[in-house]
């Protein structure tokens, strides 16, 4: 039977955890954000090399478990690190890092990729002759991009942008592989003492579901919003 | 305690734990394999189950959905693995002595089944509703017409997404190792144990390679699968 005490308990020690996944999340999105839309516009431009690397980069970052890009950067940023502080002479132990360090360079990498693919599809929805028609009427490319491209493009992207802030709070689960003390680890730390795992799974399980609700209904919101501004599609 | 790059990488190691973790790919593709069979069947119930606006059955479907797209896949692999034991328990059956990839399997299908019920729903939503009514005035049963004329131009719409949840799948399946399934990500860290935790970095990059090359593969051959499969279709909406 379930002991309904720790399973109370311990939704609150999850809960705990929420803000460290939130914090990764939010640090990512906001990293990811503009790299992302320079890589669209790399692709879509087809700068010579840059757009090679771009297509190299997505393709191995959506091709390969999350789990194996974590333990890739955990195991050799460390290294890496290590190696730059001796040359520098810089005092610094490599042990004493705060792992959500690598946790915001594992899941900015790997939305960059992701969001770049969200840009890519959403900015090729727009029309070509929006573009001409800006610079006509004397738009700058940046004014027309921020003033007539962005914002229709935006609307088709949302979805797919909430999508990816999801699986991006989903796989901060994997932050344990870090030893990073998030929703995940916390309860599964607090069930080791009397092997409550069915209980502390249970409250894992409830904090995601409550967060990705959350956003999700955020995101409608948002994008009932901008709806509204386009008026007519609505 | 420093240290440095070049002593702890080498690249020898990447080409030499290639051939040691390919054979265990057989586990990879087994647990995917299953997933597929069995998440395709409950998605297909699920779809149906959405589609027929059934009160219950689709606020039920609406709400699995819902949980399984918030649920990382790694704390369903670990509520199903704890959770259907503790559950068989309260009714008196022991599960202690099941072996361990079937609780894989099974977390790996319910993951799969919400995927596939959303592909499935959206392809049939595709499919204008003319077109079953033209199917049968001109005098299909409705199987037939379900099965001749809807399902194949669904099929075409689904594909695309088919294949991404299929790549979904067999990366989110590399979490088996967690819980002891020695599949080609499990063969990975018991190298790494092995070798007390040197060239774990090497080892991350031959495996990221394998993971990298199937997942192009499969890309590959469903782009193919598009091809195939639209070309009747294009040549409808010409004539």
């Known amino acids: 039977m379930l002991n309904y005490k720790f399973l109370v308990d311990t939704f609150f020690v999850a809960l705990s955890g929420a803000p460290t996944a939130i914090l990764i999340t939010f640090v990512s999105l906001l990293i990811a954000i503009p790299l ?8 879509i431009n087809e700068v010579k090399f840059l757009n090679r690397f771009a297509q190299v980069y997505v393709s191995f970052v959506r091709g ?30 490599i042990y004493d890092v705060n792992p959500i360090w690598y946790a915001f360079i594992v899941f900015s990498l790997n939305t960059i990729a992701i969001l770049a693919e969200v840009f890519r599809s959403a900015l090729g929805t727009v029309n070509k002759g929006q573009l001409e028609a800006a610079q006509s009427v004397g738009l700058t490319n940046v004014q027309a991009y921020t003033k007539i491209i962005i914002p229709q493009a935006l609307v088709v992207a949302l979805p797919n942008i909430c999508t990816a802030t999801t699986n991006l709070i989903k796989g901060t689960s994997l932050c344990y592989a870090m030893s990073l003390k998030e929703i995940t680890l916390r309860a599964k730390v607090a069930a080791n003492v009397g092997y409550n795992y069915v209980e502390a799974y249970i409250d894992i399980f409830l904090v995601y579901l ?7 209904y955020g995101f409608k919101l948002y994008e009932n919003r901008l709806r509204t501004y386009k008026g007519v599609s609505a | 305690m420093v240290q440095t790059m070049d002593k702890y990488f080498n690249s020898v190691y990447i080409t030499d734990s290639i051939p040691k973790l390919l054979p265990y790919l057989k586990v990879t593709f087994m647990v995917v394999g299953l997933s597929v069979l069995f998440g395709t069947l409950l998605g297909f119930i699920l779809a149906v189950a959405k589609i027929r606006q059934g009160k219950i059955a689709k606020k039920f479907a609406d709400l699995y959905t819902t949980a399984l797209r918030c649920t990382p896949s790694i704390v369903l692999l670990f509520l199903v693995y704890y959770g259907i034991p503790a559950i068989a328990k309260n009714f008196g059956i022991d ?12 977390a790996f299908s319910l993951m799969f089944a919400a995927a596939m019920c959303d592909v ?8 204008d509703k003319g ?12 199987v037939q017409a379900y099965i001749t004329i ?15 949840s299929l790549l979904a799948l067999i990366k989110e ?9 020695i599949d080609v990500m499990g063969k990975a860290s018991l190298i790494i144990s092995g070798n007390i935790n040197a060239h774990a970095l090497e080892i991350y990059i031959a495996l990221s390679i394998i993971y990298w090359v199937i997942s192009i593969v499969i890309e590959q051959l469903f782009l193919k699968f598009e091809k195939v499969f639209s070309k009747g279709k294009q040549t409808i909406k010409v004539t």
């Not at chain 1, 409550?210 to 999700?216: G, N, R, Y």
């Open chain 2, 131 to 142: 077109q079953f009514e033209a199917a049968i005035s001109v005098g299909l049963s409705d």
């Open chain 1, 64 to 93: 390969t478990p999350m789990i194996v890009q974590i333990f890739i950067i955990y195991n050799s940023v460390p290294l890496l690190l290590a190696t730059i502080f001796t040359k520098l002479n810089i005092k610094i132990n």
């Open chain 1, 36 to 43: 992302g839309f320079l890589l669209a516009l790399v692709r």
């Open chain 2, 120 to 127: 499935i729903k959206t392809a049939y939503e595709s499919v």
């Open chain 2, 150 to 164: 809807i399902l194949p131009q669904a099929f075409v719409v689904a594909l695309p997404n088919i294949g991404n």
């Open chain 2, 173 to 181: 399946g590399a979490l088996g190792y967690t819980i002891g399934l």
């Open chain 1, 210 to 216: 409550i967060i990705c609700i959350i956003v999700e």
């Open chain 2, 95 to 106: 599960l202690d002595d099941v072996d361990k990839v079937v609780f894989i399997v099974i």
